[in-house]
């Protein structure tokens, strides 16, 4: 018999996509036999979709203003998007894939993805780069405190793809990332990840991730 603990562990994980085929058999088995959990889950999935509809409202009226303003711009100064070659290449639309933030489902799944072993984890920490800083020249990555064991750099686009890997060496207390070392570094945003290298580390050491803009005067969101 599950405590209450284990029920919300259980129904935060279905919510999240985290459910192993042990779990969704218990989640099932409870939803079916336990009437007081399913109307727990009832309840959370309608204030889940009243959120997420919220979100979506909210991003349909954003992205009104921003094509309104942009609209009313080019039609002042046409060229304010021909002030650098790089500019002319996207479209509105592309710009606006490219530089947007993760949906807030997926941030809740990101938030929520952790499980009791990951608060074991001793976390990576950073004093820089900041959250969302923009990329200029280079990334300027430096540690809290020394990590003894190898670790490993990944950034992905906004398409989730990796398009650069590099490894760290262990007790590296700094370290940075050349612009021009990344290849097909396009306008828009990213995220970074710094990971520990091998299973067992990955299970001692939690890992750390933020993002950043390339070019981020061309970001239709600002």
Partial sequence: MLNKEQQLTLMEKHFTGMLNTEEQ?????LLQNN?????MVSQEETMVTAINDW??????????????????????NPEWLLEENEASTYSLNQLL????????????????????????????????????????????????????CDLKLTITNYQKKVI??????????????????????LPG?????????????????KAATASFYYRNDLNPYS
């Fill in 35 to 39: 009437t007081d959990f399913a109307a």
């Fill in 55 to 76: 979100g979506k409202t909210q991003l349909l009226a954003r992205l009104d203003v921003i094509h309104e303003e942009v609209s009313k711009e080019f039609a002042d």
């Fill in 25 to 29: 058999a218990a989640f099932e088995n």
């Fill in 97 to 148: 894939e490219m530089f947007k933030e993760p949906e807030l489902v997926e941030v809740l799944r990101s938030g929520a993805a952790a499980d009791d072993e990951d608060e074991d984890r001793t976390p990576i920490l950073l004093k820089s780069p900041e959250d969302k800083v923009n990329l200029e020249d280079q990334l300027d990555f430096e540690f809290t405190e020394a990590i003894d």
């Fill in 189 to 205: 945003r990213y995220e970074w990840t710094i990971e520990a290298e091998g299973w067992r580390n990955a299970r001692k050491f």
């Fill in 164 to 185: 650069y890997e590099m490894e760290i060496p262990a007790n590296t207390l700094a370290f940075n990332v050349e612009a021009s070392a990344i290849e097909n570094l």
